[in-house]
């Protein structure tokens, strides 16, 4: 049966004004309540003293406010955090926040599994559920602050949110464009739009229809220089090539000043990390206003990849700083509670068999459904 309430956090601005019209109510109504849930972290409309009594109970008979729930926290020797959130129907999904001495950035998932198939990536090799709702991504923002005991009004803490965690941000466009207008508002977390990442393995009619409605940074999984090869790494190169990603990059950055494109690079030993790769990627962004960030391979159970030497990874990095070209290499943070870049996998009810059609296991469809993200069946 479904909830008869309606979870507030699926709103952004445009959406919670529209609610309390709805309602015979002002505008400035959306404003109080987006102050009362992210500024203060409030979830009890009882707690929200500049509204009158008739209408928090009136609000109570209809609404709620509802965030997944944090079943588990570990913490990294480097002081990364990592959250397991529950979700309905035995899925979880994971959240990560890694501290930096001049930033905190919060990793949020905006997919239950993955619904592409990279085959580099720990979350792709789960298999995939559903679409996380508003609600569930911007409510992994303010678990994390609950959980380290954080008012936003007060204290920021998160000043950066990267859409990089589990699943491809732009398969979930609509959920993820109004969390990131959530994440952004003045009246909520009033984070710039040069704070506000979103990753994507390359949806090309996706991105260009994200500049027509939002400026966030935008970073890409390219993995390749060729598309023989992306096809293997990233499959939706299939779809999508390179050459047409690229377009597609060159337009998202056309007019905006100072905005450049990151395109992530990991370093698979002998697979992607020769000088030839380097030169062939120097030349393959040129002409896109971009940085690139080299990201050390992190292992996962049965991956059949293994990192790049660290002689490799910084020959790779020199050739393309002598192309013209800004590169970093990532500083993998958290890789000893599984929270790095490509580990994260949670707890996927997969529905679309992946593992089994990879593994030739034949199974009982009316299992699949029940099946943990390491392949038990419960």
């Known amino acids: 049966m479904s909830d008869p309430l309606v979870n507030l ?6 959406g919670m004004e529209a609610f309390f019209a709805e309602l015979g109510e002002k505008p400035f109504r959306a404003t109080q309540m987006l102050k009362w849930i992210y500024q203060f972290g409030v979830s009890d409309f009882n707690e929200m003293t500049n509204l009158s009594k008739a209408m928090r109970e009136k609000l109570a008979s209809m609404a709620k406010i509802s965030v997944p729930d944090i079943i588990e926290q570990q913490e990294s020797g480097d002081g990364t955090i990592k959250w397991l959130l529950s979700l309905e129907n035995g899925n979880a999904i994971e ?3 890694i501290p930096e001495n001049d930033r905190g950035t919060l990793c949020v998932s905006s997919q239950i599994g993955c619904a592409l198939e990279c085959s580099f990536c720990s979350t792709a090799q789960q298999g995939f559920n559903r679409n996380l709702s508003t609600a569930e991504i911007i409510g992994q923002v303010w678990a994390a602050n609950q959980a380290m005991k954080v008012m936003p009004r007060n204290q920021r803490v998160i000043s950066n949110v990267v ?9 979930n466009f609509n959920n993820v464009v109004a969390a990131m207008n959530i994440m952004m508002d003045d009246n909520a977390y009033g984070l710039s739009k040069r704070r506000v990442t979103i990753s994507t393995s390359g949806i090309v009619p996706a991105l260009e229809r994200l500049k027509a409605v939002s400026d966030v ?3 890409v999984s390219l993995h390749a220089t ?5 096809d293997e790494l990233v499959p939706i190169n299939k779809k999508y090539p390179i050459k047409q990603l690229l377009n597609a990059c060159k337009y998202y950055v056309k007019g905006e000043h100072k905005r450049k494109v990151t395109f992530e690079y990991v370093m698979l030993d002998g697979i992607n990390d020769k000088p030839q790769h380097a030169h062939e990627l120097a030349a393959l962004i040129k002409d896109i206003p971009s940085k690139v960030n080299l990201i050390p391979f992190n292992p996962f159970p049965d991956s059949r990849y293994q990192c790049s030497s660290n002689h490799s990874i910084e020959k790779f990095r020199a050739i393309l700083m002598k192309s013209g070209v800004i590169a970093t290499t990532r500083k993998t943070r958290g890789d000893d509670i599984d929270a790095a870049c490509g580990q994260l996998a949670g707890k996927v ?3 679309t068999r ?5 593994e030739g296991i034949k199974v009982n469809t009316n299992n699949i459904n029940n099946k943990s993200a390491s392949g038990r069946i419960l």
């Open 9 to 14: 956090l699926n709103f952004d601005r445009q």
């Open 95 to 97: 959240t990560v926040f």
């Open 163 to 171: 859409l990089m965690g589990m699943g491809e941000p732009l398969l």
């Open 217 to 219: 940074a935008l970073a």
């Open 226 to 230: 060729n598309d023989e090869l992306r």
């Open 349 to 351: 009810m997969d529905k």
């Open 354 to 358: 992946r593992r089994f059609r990879r």
